[in-house]
């Protein structure tokens, strides 16, 4: 799942001392945060400290207008990083180091990526009111909305989240996670076997049936079938391109002339939004008429009230859920298929994991591999935009109002300093350790780190776990797949492309 939520997560809050055992050595980032002079308290406190005069010394913070980037147009860039995201941003950070800036939005503001661990801690660690997030998915506000947990702040965000939050933990959790396995056995028995094929399609139909058992629990709506055609159907607008353009904000005239240049796939999309709306629209009223109770996202929702006293209105309802719907398949799907591509070119760590899961006497080597799969190839390579709200200074560089902070989750993961051989496959730096809380980010940080990734995990072991003890791994192609773009996601340009294989296991010969 995503960055889309929760401070509150499986590896710490905001603020936490990193976790004991992280692969990371953080001498040197502890140094730097002594010194580092950044704006923004610790979340814990909630307040700005007051600004310390500088000593005549001191050398004043860079405007961040001052920062490199690329010169090419805005659309050029666009291109070149919707064809080879990695790519791009790694020869970006190669010629302007750590800090620079991109024109790859619609309008052309620019994006001020961050990729320095300290600095993204900073970043992370600012108060509420000085660095916003409900901005920051407007590319997929075509999909959302903007009335769900995603597009809030501050207070607001605090309320909602602390409301939602029961849906994704403790008992609700538990039932997740029965289903997650149970789904995972029912669906891995109808993938094709003994044929090459892109796995995503078939991992991302899992993961929506995932998102429904979160939604709606048990209690499955009749519309469930319809749905999750109607849904696969909107998001392979994804791999186009266009689902980059922001039409949420574009005249009815300008959309018009979209829909009506029908290979561009607005219409299409359209159309199944509509759908979709009124597919949700329709399971709302029956649960609410139902009047089952639950710990299922619906059911706590159909429960939250504003200050006035009256419940979510359908819209706030139907944006959450499709946010939901959409953020947390597509990561969680783009992360299990990279987890299949690295492993098929990596025999001795599949040998070391089909071992273990044979064995069924634990899961520390899966643990790390999926810890591997996520710092090599974290499901959002760089994280959802931060709006400067109050000036900030961050690693000697001043951001003003308006501004937009990207924080580089694909580059900070393979800082060599960080992790040596950051191109190798190593699922055993992870053994035995935890994920640092600032040095491994693929579900963010701070205030909104991403409220679902402990079902992501356990989505990720069960179809590995179920995949690898049915099936062998066969890829025609040995070359490493590439990178592309699929909306906030990056997914292996050939969706995964594998063949899988019956195991045959070893079986005692009896004589005649």
């Given at each position: 799942?995503?960055?889309?939520?929760?401070?509150?997560?499986?590896?710490?809050?905001?603020?936490?001392?990193?976790?004991?055992?992280?692969?990371?050595?953080?001498?040197?980032?502890?140094?730097?945060?002594?010194?580092?002079?950044?704006?923004?308290?610790?979340?814990?406190?909630?307040?700005?400290?007051?600004?310390?005069?500088?000593?005549?010394?001191?050398?004043?913070?860079?405007?961040?207008?001052?920062?490199?980037?690329?010169?090419?147009?805005?659309?050029?860039?666009?291109?070149?990083?919707?064809?080879?995201?990695?790519?791009?941003?790694?020869?970006?950070?190669?010629?302007?180091?750590?800090?620079f800036a991109l024109r790859i939005r619609v309008p052309p503001k620019p994006l001020y990526v961050l990729s320095d661990p300290e600095d993204i801690?900073?970043?992370?660690?600012?108060?509420?009111?000085?660095?916003?997030?409900?901005?920051?998915?407007?590319?997929?506000?075509?999909?959302?909305?903007?009335?769900?947990?995603?597009?809030?702040?501050?207070?607001?965000?605090?309320?909602?989240?602390?409301?939602?939050?029961?849906?994704?933990?403790?008992?609700?959790?538990?039932?997740?996670?029965?289903?997650?396995?149970?789904?995972?056995?029912?669906?891995?028995?109808?993938?094709?076997?003994?044929?090459?094929?892109?796995?995503?399609?078939?991992?991302?139909?899992?993961?929506?049936?995932?998102?429904?058992?979160?939604?709606?629990?048990?209690?499955?709506?009749?519309?469930?079938?319809?749905?999750?055609?109607?849904?696969?159907?909107?998001?392979?607008?994804?791999?186009?391109?266009?689902?980059?353009?922001?039409?949420?904000?574009?005249?009815?005239?300008?959309?018009?002339?979209?829909?009506?240049?029908?290979?561009?796939?607005?219409?299409?999309?359209?159309?199944?939004?509509?759908?979709?709306?009124?597919?949700?629209?329709?399971?709302?009223?029956?649960?609410?008429?139902?009047?089952?109770?639950?710990?299922?996202?619906?059911?706590?929702?159909?429960?939250?009230?504003?200050?006035?006293?009256?419940?979510?209105?359908?819209?706030?309802?139907?944006?959450?859920?499709?946010?939901?719907?959409?953020?947390?398949?597509?990561?969680?799907?783009?992360?299990?298929?990279?987890?299949?591509?690295?492993?098929?070119?990596?025999?001795?760590?599949?040998?070391?994991?089909?071992?273990?899961?044979?064995?069924?006497?634990?899961?520390?080597?899966?643990?790390?591999?999926?810890?591997?799969?996520?710092?090599?190839?974290?499901?959002?390579?760089?994280?959802?935009?931060?709006?400067?709200?109050?000036?900030?200074?961050?690693?000697?560089?001043?951001?003003?109002?308006?501004?937009?902070?990207?924080?580089?989750?694909?580059?900070?993961?393979?800082?060599?300093?960080?992790?040596?051989?950051?191109?190798?496959?190593?699922?055993?730096?992870?053994?035995?350790?935890?994920?640092?809380?600032?040095?491994?980010?693929?579900?963010?940080?701070?205030?909104?780190?991403?409220?679902?990734?402990?079902?992501?995990?356990?989505?990720?072991?069960?179809?590995?776990?179920?995949?690898?003890?049915?099936?062998?791994?066969?890829?025609?192609?040995?070359?490493?797949?590439?990178?592309?773009?699929?909306?906030?996601?990056?997914?292996?340009?050939?969706?995964?492309?594998?063949?899988?294989?019956?195991?045959?296991?070893?079986?005692?010969?009896?004589?005649?």
């Open positions: 799942m995503t960055e889309m939520d929760v401070s509150k997560s499986s590896s710490g809050q905001a603020g936490q001392p990193e976790a004991e055992g992280c692969p990371v050595d953080h001498t040197a980032l502890a140094a730097a945060s002594a010194t580092s002079g950044a704006t923004g308290a610790s979340e814990a406190s909630g307040a700005e400290r007051p600004a310390e005069p500088a000593a005549p010394h001191q050398r004043a913070a860079m405007p961040a207008t001052a920062l490199p980037g690329p010169r090419i147009p805005a659309p050029l860039q666009i291109i070149k990083y919707w064809k080879r995201p990695a790519d791009y941003v790694e020869r970006c950070q190669d010629q302007y180091g750590g800090r801690k900073q970043m992370f660690l600012a108060p509420a009111d000085v660095l916003h997030t409900g901005t920051g998915s407007s590319t997929i506000e075509k999909f959302t909305g903007q009335s769900g947990l995603a597009w809030l702040d501050e207070d607001e965000h605090k309320v909602r989240r602390k409301l939602l939050m029961p849906s994704f933990h403790g008992k609700a959790l538990q039932r997740v996670g029965t289903s997650i396995d149970e789904m995972a056995v029912r669906e891995v028995a109808l993938w094709p076997r003994g044929r090459d094929m892109p796995l995503h399609p078939h991992i991302h139909r899992f993961t929506l049936h995932v998102i429904r058992e979160v939604i709606f629990g048990s209690k499955v709506p009749r519309q469930w079938d319809e749905l999750i055609e109607v849904l696969i159907g909107m998001m392979r607008f994804n791999n186009r391109i266009g689902s980059a353009m922001m039409i949420h904000k574009m005249p009815p005239a300008a959309v018009k002339v979209l829909r009506a240049i029908r290979p561009l796939g607005f219409h299409d999309f359209l159309t199944l939004r509509e759908r979709a709306d009124a597919l949700i629209a329709e399971a709302v009223d029956e649960r609410r008429a139902s009047g089952d109770p639950g710990d299922d996202m619906l059911a706590v929702m159909l429960g939250i009230t504003h200050e006035d006293g009256s419940p979510l209105t359908h819209r706030e309802l139907r944006d959450e859920m499709m946010t939901i719907f959409l953020a947390g398949t597509e990561t969680t799907a783009a992360a299990i298929a990279w987890s299949f591509e690295f492993l098929s070119r990596e025999p001795a760590a599949l040998e070391k994991l089909v071992a273990e899961i044979d064995a069924g006497e634990g899961d520390e080597y899966l643990t790390a591999t999926v810890h591997e799969v996520l710092r090599m190839k974290p499901s959002i390579p760089q994280i959802i935009p931060r709006t400067v709200m109050k000036p900030i200074e961050i690693g000697g560089v001043r951001f003003e109002p308006g501004m937009l902070l990207w924080a580089s989750a694909y580059l900070m993961n393979r800082d060599p300093s960080l992790y040596p051989e950051p191109q190798a496959f190593r699922p055993e730096r992870f053994l035995g350790t935890k994920p640092g809380v600032y040095t491994w980010i693929p579900f963010g940080g701070g205030r909104i780190r991403c409220l679902g990734d402990k079902i992501a995990l356990l989505e990720m072991k069960a179809v590995l776990r179920e995949v690898l003890s049915q099936c062998e791994l066969h890829r025609r192609d040995p070359r490493p797949e590439g990178t592309r773009s699929r909306s906030v996601s990056a997914l292996p340009e050939r969706g995964a492309m594998l063949e899988l294989r019956p195991r045959v296991r070893e079986a005692s010969l009896s004589a005649g």
